[in-house]
């Protein structure tokens, strides 16, 4: 780490916060495609598991395209919204990691001009501060990746809930049907 300045250790933070953002917008991706698509078997199940008067399969059918079709925009919109998201990530981390370069060059011209190296054992006294922020980052990014990891892999602990619900709602229905006998 000797070897690091100021401003690696500044675009490195950057980097991390920036797969930070991609990573929150992967996982709201995820969750959200998740959730249409529990609604849309929800929706569907919910059809064909019913006798429902005056609608016959063919109503059922078009009822259940038109859901999908729906659930396909909505998705779509998902997905068009979380690319503008992670365009727009990029978009700042390259203008900070810009800005960094041209302070770089700046402080570089300003003591080649006054013959001077005050300014960069100015940034050697903040290497510390600078340490810690990229730590909290690099702790930033390992927390957001187990957050990630937690809403792909909830599918199953999803599917487990309604599975119990379902036995519950199930459980109660029968002994109301009980009581009203």
Known sequence: MST???????????????????????????GAQRLVSGANARYV?????????LVSEEVKASLIDVQQ??????????????????QAIDLVADGVNGSIKRAVATVDRVETAFDTKAITTVGQLTMPVAQVSLEIANRAVEGTKRLSARVVGAEDEVEQVVKTVKRVAKKATRRVAKARA
């Open 4 to 30: 690091q300045t100021f401003s690696t250790v500044a675009h490195t933070v950057v980097g991390q916060y920036s797969q930070v953002g991609k990573i929150i917008v992967g996982a709201y991706r995820t």
């Open 45 to 53: 199940e919910f059809l064909n598991t019913r006798a429902l008067p």
């Open 69 to 86: 079709q729906i659930a396909g925009v909505v998705v779509g919109g998902i997905a068009t919204g979380s690319d503008r998201a992670e």
